[in-house]
């Protein structure tokens, strides 16, 4: 981002059903999917599936594994981070939360070279130059780039009925103090209608 | 919404304090943040790639004005926020764990729990071929930052704890720098004090929050 470096966005489909799980888990046979005459038995889980505690950490020890074999090495300063140097000194960088993946680098045909490995291995919608990650919206304009949250604020401003609201300046009031105070008038309030 | 919008922090914590038991003043209150949301729907975050001016940290406490507590502990407030490209990228607002018996203590604090994500940046750009000499942490109290930079023990600091003179350490070894500057111009104020219109308006810019008409 501090050198014009360009932001490509993936997101990989079904990623929990990749993980490989490495403990004995087993389920009930699902409603509606029992097989005749075999209703008491249950299912041994071989692969992650969507629901499961275990998923979200497996599927991160297949994607870590995928990368290492892409030539991604993980920063140990932050788990979701993984690093290709090359030897010009130049690199790719993968960011990735859970199923979003972000690619960026200096240089824009390593990128891709690295982004069409990665889809090779794992199937996944391209997003071509990252606009939205995370619910936050990435626009680009004259080398800034602009991040907001409008398309999920007007939903939680319709949500609330304040679509319309009269703007304020501040999100608190000039000079609001919070106290607990308030609890006492609630009880002595409470107090005098009672009688 | 907290994600993009490090102006709100303080106020979602001072109200996210009274979850669990709100009264009908709270629910006002928090309209009045959706009514600020409201106003500022066209601000976004900008990161201008071509300012050079690296990574930079602002530091702030406030001293004893937490009175949300039912059992009136009154701990301090402290906040702190990184900078890069111009906008912010990591921002923290919370109230202090322990009580601080005087506002020195809550703003030295404050610079050492801001010490350990200048660490954690510092690692993270060597890592990413971007290594920093060292980070600028930006502080108001001109006596916090003279008990991290002289190791001496006086009264008044003897009883802090050991772990939060980890400061002192950081700025030995060359890690982080300390500069102090007026209250008016800390920008970390607006994470630890309902700041008035004039002030926050000003600091807000400085987060990197600027009009964006799409």
Redesign the interface.
């Known amino acids: 981002?501090?050198?014009?470096w360009k932001i490509e966005g993936l997101d990989v489909k079904s990623a929990f059903l990749y993980g490989t799980l490495d403990e004995e888990l087993y389920m009930e046979q699902p409603q509606g999917f029992k097989v005749p005459g075999n209703e008491h038995k249950v299912l041994r889980l071989k692969k992650a599936i969507y629901g499961l505690k275990q998923a979200t950490r497996a599927w991160w020890h297949e994607l870590d594994r995928s990368l290492k074999a892409l030539g991604f090495s993980r920063?140990?300063?932050?788990a979701g981070?993984f690093?290709a140097?090359h030897a010009d000194?130049t690199?790719v960088?993968i960011l990735a939360y859970v199923d979003d993946i972000i690619l960026t680098g200096p240089n824009a045909a390593q990128v891709a070279s690295k982004k069409k490995l990665f889809m090779d291995k794992w199937e996944c919608h391209d997003l071509g130059e990252c606009r939205e990650f995370?619910?936050?919206r990435i626009?680009y304009q004259g080398?800034?780039?602009?991040?907001?949250?409008?398309p999920?604020?007007?939903k939680?401003?319709k949500c609330?009925g304040?679509?319309?609201?009269?703007?304020?300046?501040?999100?608190?009031?000039?000079?609001?103090?919070?106290?607990?105070l308030?609890?006492l008038l609630?009880w002595l309030s409470s107090l005098s209608t009672n009688r | 919404?907290l994600?993009?919008?490090p102006?709100?922090a303080?106020?979602?914590t001072?109200?996210a304090?009274?979850a669990h038991?709100p009264?009908e003043?709270?629910l006002l209150?928090s309209?009045?943040?959706?009514?600020?949301?409201?106003?500022?729907?066209k601000?976004?975050?900008?990161?201008?790639?071509?300012s050079d001016t690296g990574l930079y940290t602002y530091c702030d406490s406030s001293y004893g004005?937490d009175?949300?507590?039912?059992d009136?502990r009154r701990r301090s407030m402290q906040g702190y926020y990184f900078s890069?490209?111009n906008?912010s990228v990591k921002w923290h607002s919370k109230t202090q764990t322990l009580i601080s018996m005087s506002s020195t203590m809550a703003e030295y604090i404050a610079l050492s729990d801001c010490a350990c994500d200048c660490a954690?940046y510092k690692?993270?750009f060597g890592?990413?071929?971007k290594p920093m000499p060292y980070v600028p942490i930006y502080g108001d109290s001109h006596g916090a930052i003279f008990n991290t930079q002289n190791p001496v023990t006086q009264k008044g600091i003897k009883h802090i704890e050991i772990r939060y003179h980890y400061i002192r350490e950081q700025i030995k070894k060359g890690e982080v720098k300390v500069f102090a500057i007026p209250t008016t111009e800390n920008v970390a104020n607006m994470f630890t004090k309902?700041?008035?219109?004039m002030l926050?308006?000003k600091h807000r810019k400085q987060l990197g929050i600027e009009f964006?008409p799409?």
């Open positions: 981002m501090l050198e014009k920063l140990y300063a932050d981070i690093v140097k000194r690199m960088i995370l619910r936050m626009e080398g800034k780039t602009y991040l907001d949250q409008v999920y604020l007007e939680i401003l609330f304040m679509a319309d609201a009269k703007a304020a300046q501040t999100p608190l009031p000039t000079g609001y103090k919070p106290e607990p308030m609890e609630r | 919404m994600r993009t919008c102006d709100l303080f106020a979602v001072q109200m304090k009274f038991n009264s003043e709270h209150k309209r009045h943040i959706l009514r600020y949301l409201a106003g500022t729907r601000y976004a975050l900008v990161y201008d790639g071509r004005d009175r949300s507590d039912s009136q890069l490209a906008a954690w690692i993270l890592k990413l071929g309902n700041l008035g219109p926050f308006l964006y799409l």
